[in-house]
């Protein structure tokens, strides 16, 4: 009996322990600055359309100009700080006045990265050839078919997340599912 007990206790600081070294290493996880990420962009968006030095470097100066604009910035509920807590710091039911405005300014920042989407895709046409841009525009469709995850994004931590990193619309059959048929 006592050597199942301490059985068990050394199975459960192990799996702490575990736990624990987890937990850091996701901590320890690079973060990237702006100017890391513009970079990084760049350098793909070389390699996938082929582009010469000349392109690379304007491409590089339109992804610093655009870097704010594009993308992020659209953060509502508890990392956006729009929910007000309360003294036991639960989060507070938002009233209807409350959604009104958050669903404004989530239009108003939606059409303004629109705006914004069309004035960079306007440059980036006379950057690239007809050829690359026609690529560009397929890969920019395929990635808005994956729910608007570019590579290597969405399933870094894996299974069971919603979505599976399926495509909208499309599943992958199992076995279950096709015996089920």
């Known amino acids: 009996m006592k050597k199942m007990i301490l059985a068990i206790a050394a199975v459960f600081a192990m799996s702490n322990a575990m736990a624990q070294n987890a937990n850091t290493e996701k901590k320890e996880r690079k973060q990237f600055s702006q100017t890391e990420m513009v970079e990084r962009q760049t350098e793909r968006q070389v390699k996938q359309l082929g582009l010469d030095d000349t392109q690379k470097a304007a491409l590089l100066k ?46 108003a920042e939606r059409a303004k990265m629109e705006e914004s989407q069309k004035a960079y895709n ?27 995850r570019g590579q290597g994004f969405g399933r870094v931590h894996g299974g069971g997340q919603r979505g599976q990193g399926f495509p909208r619309g499309q599943r992958q059959q199992t076995t279950e599912t096709q015996s089920a048929e």
Do not use: H
Request: proline share 3%; no cysteine.
């Open 62 to 107: 339109l992804n610093t100009e655009y870097a704010g604009k594009l993308g992020g910035g659209m953060q509502f509920g508890p990392r956006g700080g729009r929910f007000e807590r309360n003294d036991s710091a639960k989060m507070e039911r938002p009233t209807e006045a409350q959604m009104k405005e958050m669903r404004e300014k989530m239009q």
């Open 122 to 148: 306007a440059e980036l046409k006379k950057i690239l050839t007809d050829e690359q841009y026609t690529k560009y525009e397929e890969q920019q469709k395929q990635m808005r078919q994956r729910g608007g």
